[in-house]
């Protein structure tokens, strides 16, 4: 991945935002009156962040829990080493699938490499799309393990520390 | 949630506008006024409906990382250790899962090899084993939820 050097209007202008937009008419406008800076410059540079990638979306995000998406699972998978990454991609690409990972397994404790995380409105519905991708996995998995998730402990999102 | 409330959500997950009046043009597309807008969002983000509002930064394109992580909780210290974890600025967001290993956790850090040196801390400050999970490989993402 290639790497973005901020400038300093660009970290401040990240530290400004990290926790939200305002909510007034001009938001672009008081973040401006924030970093001493003028609207446009606000502007030029957010979408500047958003070309390059270092904002991956602006944005309302959904509490999925309230939105009836109660039960989430971590799927994790064993699965084959030379298939892993094939594989991964095939799972990543099913429409339910929000996010997808290849990761170190530990050893005796964790023998999962693949992470797929899936979300449903009832327990049926993840348990469906769990058979799926086993399925598509197929003999190259040779275990796996579902974490639903019980709880939300924090959900704050990145927070770079404020410095000058 | 009224249907209004339903189209803001699905239609601006992502492309929220980069303009002097963002809320004038969800408010054209939505059918309200730009006033009903920002105060829809005020509410939502007031009652948990939303757990965010605005741009989502991706620490790693500017040299940063982001690592799951996972400690096995005794059930009795789960409070105190959700506390004392929670109050690291570098958790992002943190879970807890029905398994032996029972927390998982977000590390998200500015220069990436701050890393390592974070998980300690939070070893220090349990008492209990962290076991990192970074991504060797990320395949296609999808964050959206229609409702």
Redesign the interface.
């Known amino acids: 991945m290639s790497q973005i050097e901020l400038t300093e209007l660009q970290r401040r202008l990240i530290v400004e935002t990290q926790k939200g937009l305002p909510l007034v008419a001009n938001p672009y406008a008081q973040i401006a009156e924030q970093l001493e800076c003028t609207e446009q410059q606000v502007i030029d540079n957010m979408q500047l962040l958003q070309e390059q990638g270092v904002v991956r979306r602006i944005g309302l995000v959904p509490n999925h829990y309230r939105l009836g998406y109660v039960h989430n699972a971590m799927t994790v998978w064993d699965v084959d080493d030379e298939y892993a990454v094939e594989l991964g991609e095939r799972v990543g690409a099913l429409e339910f699938v929000s996010h997808c990972y290849l990761r170190p397994r530990h050893l005796p404790l964790w023998p999962y490499h693949l992470f797929a995380m899936v979300h449903g409105k009832t327990e049926a519905e993840v348990e469906l799309q769990i058979t799926q991708i086993r399925e598509l996995l197929g003999d190259h998995c040779r275990q796996a393990d579902r974490l639903y998730s019980s709880k939300i402990l924090k959900k704050t999102g990145m927070r770079l520390k404020s410095k000058s | 949630m009224d249907s209004i409330d339903r189209d ?2 699905n239609r ?5 506008p ?7 043009q969800l408010a054209e597309e939505v059918g309200c006024s ?2 009903e807008v ?1 105060q829809r ?2 509410a ?2 007031e009652d ?16 940063g990382q ?1 690592t ?1 992580a996972a400690i096995e909780v005794p059930e009795d210290r789960f409070d105190e250790v ?1 506390e004392i ?2 109050s690291f ?13 029972n ?3 977000v590390i ?1 850090c ?1 220069v990436a090899n701050q890393t390592d040196e974070v998980v300690q801390r939070i070893e220090q400050a349990t008492g209990l084993k962290v ?13 959206r ?1 229609d ?1």
């Open positions: 803001l959500i601006y997950q992502g492309d929220f980069i303009c002097a009046r963002p809320y004038l730009e006033e920002i969002i005020s939502m983000l948990g409906t939303l757990t965010r509002f605005g741009p989502l930064y991706d620490v790693e394109v500017f040299g982001f799951l959700t974890v929670n600025s570098e958790v992002a967001h943190n879970y807890a899962r029905n398994h032996q290993l927390m998982w956790f998200a500015e076991y990192p999970f970074p991504k060797e490989k990320e395949f296609y993402i999808n964050l939820f409702v």
